[in-house]
T-cell receptor
Framework: DTAVSQTPKYLVTQMGNDKSIKCEQNLGHDTMYWYKQDSKKFLKIMFSYNNKELIINETVPNRFSPKSPDKAHLNLHINSLELGDSAVYFC?????????????????FGPGTRLTVL | AQKITQTQPGMFVQEKEAVTLDCTYDTSDQSYGLFWYKQPSSGEMIFLIYQGSYDEQNATEGRYSLNFQKARKSANLVISASQLGDSAMYFCAMREGLQGAQKLVFGQGTRLTINP
């Protein structure tokens, strides 16, 4: 009964390849996010989807393309991988559209995907 | 400009002592939220505590409390009676953005080590 799950947990690939990371939440939340944690542990938001609609896109290279087939899933596809893409990618979800949930906006994080580009 | 500042890159504390992790923030919003997350060596992000800008009382969750000083824009995390399992990275974060487009902005983190 994992709340937010990501696959794969580890991803090692060569420069120039295309890869995808999948995220699923079973919390019934309507908002999902992708965050990137760099080698210095700094966490920064990349994207946010609300009800399958892209809400936040934080100056991320267009090699990164999120896709939300439904409210429970938010996948991240990365084209032409570069060395600098090596990081831990976290998916998160929240129920943040009204009332206390809107104000609170606690985000539940997945376990992370460690991407290593060689 | 850094919106969330954690000035302690690392802290070392003896087991059973209390520890305060510092966090200052910068915002012009009247309504905002402040969070603390714990990231153990296994890598997952664990929510610890939340403080809303309009909350009059400091938040508490078990051994965790948040020392919220609004005028000083600080939201320090206090861990009482520290345990070895508290050793981890700790991140302060602020919720910002408009309705439906909110995000968390994180500080640089503090690595806490509890010594036996």
């Amino acid at each position: 009964d994992t709340a937010v799950s990501q696959t794969p947990k580890y991803l090692v690939t060569q420069m120039g390849n295309d890869k995808s990371i999948k995220c699923e939440q079973n919390l019934g939340h309507d908002t999902m996010y992708w965050y990137k944690q760099d080698s210095k542990k700094f966490l920064k938001i990349m994207f946010s989807y609300n009800n399958k609609e892209l809400i936040i896109n934080e100056t991320v290279p267009n090699r990164f393309s999120p896709k939300s087939p439904d409210k429970a899933h938010l996948n991240l596809h990365i084209n032409s991988l570069e060395l600098g893409d090596s990081a831990v990618y976290f998916c998160a979800s929240s129920q943040g559209t009204s009332g206390r949930a809107l104000v609170y906006n606690e985000q539940f994080f997945g376990p992370g995907t460690r991407l290593t580009v060689l | 400009a850094q919106k969330i500042t954690q000035t302690q890159p690392g802290m070392f504390v003896q087991e059973k002592e209390a520890v305060t992790l510092d966090c200052t923030y910068d915002t012009s919003d009247q309504s905002y939220g402040l969070f603390w997350y714990k990231q153990p060596s296994s890598g997952e992000m664990i929510f610890l505590i939340y403080q809303g800008s309009y909350d009059e009382q400091n938040a508490t969750e078990g051994r965790y409390s948040l020392n919220f000083q609004k005028a000083r824009k600080s939201a320090n995390l206090v861990i009482s009676a520290s345990q070895l399992g508290d050793s981890a990275m700790y991140f302060c974060a602020m919720r910002e953005g408009l309705q439906g487009a909110q995000k968390l902005v994180f500080g640089q983190g503090t690595r806490l080590t509890i010594n036996p």
